[in-house]
């Protein structure tokens, strides 16, 4: 595989490690470019999640456009999340819509065809039909408390498969990645509830909701963060 890649393309375009080092470092692209059945499913899991929470936040946004902060998390920041995870699914060529065949492959034009609710993972389906946009449709504060529920799931599966990187960087750096991204989000949620009138935010959603900064401490409920979602403002930019 190392052999061909961008030296298809010319000689012009063959580089070797030594002249672009990969951030992960050179003695780890050989071992990492293989997979166990179980981080095939979890970047296949983690493709439908990502792009469950982006197909939700959007929906939400065009539900109550007031609520920018959807539209920057969803349009942005999730566009983002799907984007590292399909990196992957790129690199090891896997189909996520049938990524326990080893013989099929990733598509990419496959993937831009699926519309908001279609996943590789048929639970995601259920959840963001079922549960999440009939949720949302109860009001704005109910789809508030959605970035809450959405964001402590996620963390708790990436933390689950990190569990399973077994030394691949490319996983574990990955997956990192999202993690801090979505408790950043996670904080953001939650100080837009209080600022809507909801005084204990993540919490009202129940205690498998309320999060901690020592548990949570990427991004932060510091006091950036609090002072943003304090003013005096029903604007959520």
Known sequence: ?????????????????AEYP??????HIDKDLTLTDSQRHALAHM???????HD???AVYGLYPHLRLFYNIGHWSEVQHMTAVEELVALYNIDV???SNKDAHYKPTELRAMGAGDYAISDFETRYKDTLIPYAKQGDIQALKIGC?????DIRDLTGFLGQVDGNKYLEKTFKYLVAGSQSHYWAYHYALIQNGVANGCCSVGADYCKTPEEFPSGSGDGLLAALWNQK?????
């Open 97 to 99: 819509n049938d990524y």
């Open 149 to 153: 529920m959405v964001e402590v799931q």
């Open 22 to 27: 990969i951030a992960y470092g050179i003695d």
């Open 233 to 237: 403002t029903r604007c959520l930019a």
């Open 56 to 58: 939700a936040f959007e």
């Open 1 to 17: 595989m190392w052999s061909e890649g961008c030296c298809k393309a010319g000689n012009g375009y063959c580089k070797t490690p």
């Open 47 to 53: 493709w439908s999640e990502e792009k469950m929470a």
